[in-house]
């Protein structure tokens, strides 16, 4: 019997950075996943092409790319107090480090194949927090939003420490991503917003508030199909995003080419920035227009409309 995960990556609407220090962020899960592939073996091995290639985790030489899932694994194994190992092959179309929670869904994938090879389908809380001990290796101190959004699919409203409130809209909105094609290390552009904190921090505080107020404000826009208020949002969002110093050139000039078109309502960085990805919401007609635009400048655009499902597990008998 082989047991199969799906698990959806994500973009951060708005609230990154500030969602570490207490703010409440808006997130959503995109169409493009992870797919993990277990089955029962005695040993635990991990194999993925798309990250370093094969670990075995009765060695001790575990690729650091593959580390974050073999703590998962192990927290799985821990969990269910199981003593057989699972054989694990992981394949996602998430460009790595890019803001679009690769490891994340990576991880969520890898956490409920295993774990349903094993003859267990967790509940999503415990999903959550297997797959937190494999974000942790990657973020340091992860907010839990990227692990969330996977899980739960959706569009979530999240703060550090709580549950994610879901937000249902009623008709669904279309998003363009465009990628910079530059990989970055998310704990080194937080260690940044944490430098720029500790020398402005009443500022900070202050849009940690405000940050609260407007992911609100931007789900509200979204249910009630306001794009041009959520675009807005967004646009603050990103130049807040790039005073912290988060942005790059290539960055900004996909959100520069993206706001020339007048059907782009609000473009910004998504993720931790650094590089990585850029979403823009566009009027419903001008959303392919717009993809075609930023593609001339963006190593590569796609179009996500939102919502989607979050973790899905099935098995095939052999
Ligand atoms: O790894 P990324 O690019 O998806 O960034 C995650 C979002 C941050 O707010 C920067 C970090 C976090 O843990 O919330």
Redesign the pocket.
């Known amino acids: 019997m082989k047991a199969y995960a799906y698990a959806p990556g994500k973009i951060?609407i708005c609230g990154?950075?500030f969602?570490?220090y207490g703010a409440t962020a808006l997130a959503a899960a995109i169409n493009r996943g992870t797919t993990a592939e277990a089955e029962p073996s005695p040993t635990t091995t991990i194999y993925s092409k798309d990250l370093a290639g094969k670990a075995d985790l009765s060695t001790s030489s575990i690729p650091e790319k593959l580390k974050p899932i073999a703590a998962a694994i192990t927290a799985v194994k821990e969990h269910l107090g199981e003593k057989k190992g699972v054989k694990l092959t992981i394949q996602s179309d998430l460009p790595y480090r890019s803001?679009l929670?690769s490891s994340s869904s990576s991880a969520v994938a890898a956490v409920a194949a295993s774990a349903l090879a094993l003859g267990h389908k967790l509940p999503l809380d415990d999903v959550v927090r297997l797959a937190m001990s494999a974000e942790r290796i990657v973020?340091k101190n992860?907010?839990g939003?990227?692990v969330q959004a996977s899980t739960r699919g959706g569009l979530l409203l999240f703060t550090k420490g709580s549950q994610p409130e879901p937000v249902e809209l009623k008709r669904k909105v279309r998003f363009v991503v465009a990628s910079t094609g530059v990989e970055r290390e998310?704990s080194a552009?937080?260690e940044r917003v944490r430098l720029w904190r500790e020398q402005n921090p009443s500022l900070f505080n202050s849009l940690v508030d405000s940050t609260t107020i407007l992911s609100r404000c931007c789900a509200e826009a979204l249910i009630l199909g306001d794009l041009k208020r959520a675009g807005a949002i967004l646009n603050f969002f990103h130049t807040t995003l790039s005073w912290l110093g988060v942005s790059i050139k290539e960055i900004e000039r996909i959100v520069e080419a993206a706001l020339s078109s007048p059907s782009a309502l609000g473009a910004k960085l998504t993720?931790?920035g650094g590089g990585?990805n850029v979403i823009i919401l566009c009027s419903e007609e001008g959303v392919e227009g717009v993809a075609e635009a930023v593609s001339r400048v963006a190593s590569e655009a796609f179009v996500t409309p939102l919502p989607n499902s979050g973790v899905k597990t099935w098995v095939q008998k052999s």
Do not use: K, Q
Request: proline residues 6%; aromatic residues 0%; glycine residues 22%.
């Open positions: 951060i990154e950075h969602v570490v803001g929670g973020h992860p907010s939003i990227d998310t552009l937080i993720g931790a990585g």
